[in-house]
Every structure is written in structure tokens, then in C-alpha cells.
């Protein structure tokens, strides 16, 4: 079973930064375009921004201009940069692959205060 492993939420004041990780198995990093993916409670799990296995990236509009995506291929390992964060972005933050088709990890809990 692939399993890929989040890291790096947390609790931060609205207009602050989270910089989120996760590894993956490199049998799968190293083909497949990566994708960070969020729930919010009540709310069914959204793709935030996606990144190819050459860099191209994408992004939700709800995040444009304040998220960045990011991969290091030599460390297996796809980031998001968090900035101006608002408490609406709060939820669990998911890596897969994109279109997603791995197991989901267990993710990791941002929670923005106002």
C-alpha cells in the first residue's frame, strides 16, 4: 500500500504562514504530478493546488496569490507555502498524487485563528 505522510500544521493567527511537507515513495514521486488537497469540517476534500513532475503548477482560485507549491524530486517531497492565511483555511491538509489515486494519509490540521 503507497502510503505518503503529511507534515507541518498547526495553529497560526490569520494573515500568518504555514509551510507544509510530504513525502512520497519515489516509485510514485518521480512520474506523477502531486497534489495538496484540503476538508473542512462538513465540507467534502478540495483540491488546493497541484504541481507536475516537470514544476508546472496550478492553483484554486481561493488560494491563488497567497499559496505556493513546491517539490524537491532528489528529496521525494512536495511543499505548500501558506501565507496570509485566513480562518476560513482552516481544515485537514491531504498530499496525493493528481488526479489523486493513492491512499489517503492521515493528513495534517491547519487551524487559523481570527
Known amino acids: 500500500q503507497v502510503q505518503v505522510v503529511e507534515s507541518g500544521g498547526g495553529l497560526v493567527q490569520a494573515g500568518g504562514s504555514l509551510s507544509l511537507s510530504c513525502g512520497a515513495p519515489?516509485?510514485?514521486?518521480?512520474?506523477?504530478?502531486m497534489g495538496w488537497y484540503r476538508q473542512a469540517p462538513g465540507k467534502q476534500r478540495e483540491l488546493v493546488a497541484s504541481?507536475?513532475?516537470?514544476?508546472?503548477?496550478n492553483y484554486a482560485d481561493f488560494v491563488k496569490g497567497r499559496f505556493t507549491i513546491s517539490r524537491d524530486n532528489a528529496k521525494n517531497t512536495v511543499y505548500l507555502q501558506m501565507n496570509s492565511l485566513k480562518p476560513e483555511d482552516k481544515a485537514v491538509y491531504y498530499c496525493n498524487t493528481f488526479p489523486h489515486w493513492v491512499s489517503w494519509g492521515q493528513g495534517t490540521q491547519v487551524t487559523v485563528s481570527s
Open positions: 504541481i507536475t513532475a516537470g514544476g508546472s503548477t
Open positions: 519515489r516509485s510514485i514521486f518521480s512520474i506523477h504530478a
